[in-house]
């Protein structure tokens, strides 16, 4: 019943910057926690970034000063500024929302950055 729908992904070179965003569908009332993790090839999911109802937030340490997590609570969306992005970055970037003791994710946006 619930459905994420993210978008922004694609191609930029290193340096540049993407603007992610995950919108919420469905019968929703008060989402609780959103966030993003990140997949790359031959690696495990990591968290990216979390944001909590009341709007504080955490980074994963590389993510952290070229980051941005931020959340539109009426529109039910979380977003996921990225600016001086590396190669490193690349990934299938996932968002989830934490909602009624559940997790839901989104369908996952590929990130590619060339040097």
């Known amino acids: 019943q619930v459905q994420l729908v993210e978008s922004g992904g694609g191609l930029v070179q290193a340096g540049g910057s993407l603007r992610l965003s995950c919108a919420a569908s469905?019968?929703?009332?008060?989402?609780?926690?959103m966030g993003w993790y990140r997949q790359a090839p031959g690696k495990q999911r990591e968290l990216v970034a979390v944001?909590?109802?009341?709007?504080?937030?955490n980074y994963a340490g590389s993510m952290k000063g070229r980051f941005t997590i931020s959340r539109d609570n009426a529109e039910n969306t979380v977003y996921l500024q990225m600016n001086s992005l590396k190669p490193e970055d690349t990934a299938v970037y996932y968002c989830?929302?934490?909602?009624?003791?559940?997790?839901?994710w989104g369908q996952g946006t590929q990130v590619t950055v060339s040097s």
């Open positions: 989830y929302v934490q909602y009624r003791y559940r997790r839901y």
């Open positions: 469905g019968s929703i009332f008060s989402i609780d926690e």
């Open positions: 944001i909590s109802s009341g709007g504080s937030t």
